[in-house]
Every structure is written in structure tokens, then in C-alpha cells.
């Protein structure tokens, strides 16, 4: 029932930046772990970054240092700084909310680092 809205996706070359954001609709957000996940043409969904209620966050390798995920509780959003893009981060990214009944996603928003 929670309704996840990213946005801040585009276009931008190799070595850019962008910022994506999350915006949630429940009222408990801040006791859900958020997440960002990718999923690119043909590849499985993958875990990008995660942080849990008290901040507590994890990235995968391949955004170790360049990405980095954060949280508003008090304006129920969830953003991932985007630094030094490659062309594979090339990816639909996806929010994700943790909840014990299964989890909610977002619509997607479209990445896509090209020159």
C-alpha cells in the first residue's frame, strides 16, 4: 500500500553525478530498512545500497566510494549520491522499502551514463 516515488534519474556522461531520491508515503518509515536496487537489460535485480532505520548502511563493491545512501525520517525519504559514474551503473534503479509482509518498490527511475 505504501507508495514509493523515485526521481533524479538521466542522462549523464562517464565520471558525472547524479542524485536519486525516494520519496515514501507511510507513515513508519523510519522503522523500515530502504534500499536501492538496479536491474539492467538482460541482468538480475541487484542490491546497490541499503540503510536500516538507525542508519546503519551497506553498499555492493561495485559502488564501494562512490555511492552513498542516506535518509530524511522526518520528510520520509531516502536519497543515493551518485559520484564517478562508469557506463555499467547503467541501470533501471529501483527504491525499495523492507517490510515484514513483503517488501514495496518504486516505479523505477532510468540511469543511464553514456558520452
Known amino acids: 500500500q505504501v507508495q514509493l516515488v523515485e526521481s533524479g534519474g538521466g542522462l549523464v556522461q562517464p565520471g558525472g553525478s547524479l542524485r536519486l531520491s525516494c520519496a515514501a508515503s507511510?507513515?513508519?518509515?523510519?522503522?523500515?530498512?530502504m534500499g536501492w536496487y538496479r536491474q539492467a537489460p538482460g541482468n538480475k535485480r541487484e542490491l546497490v545500497a541499503a540503510i536500516t532505520s538507525n542508519g546503519s548502511t551497506n553498499y555492493a563493491d561495485s559502488v564501494k566510494g562512490r555511492f552513498t545512501i542516506s535518509r530524511d525520517n522526518a520528510k520520509n525519504t531516502v536519497e543515493l549520491q551518485m559520484n564517478s559514474l562508469k557506463p555499467e551503473d547503467t541501470a533501471v534503479y529501483y527504491c525499495?522499502?523492507?517490510?515484514?509482509?513483503?517488501?514495496?518498490w518504486g516505479q523505477g527511475t532510468q540511469v543511464t551514463v553514456s558520452s
Open positions: 507511510g507513515r513508519l518509515f523510519s522503522i523500515y530498512t
Open positions: 525499495n522499502q523492507k517490510r515484514p509482509w513483503g517488501d514495496s
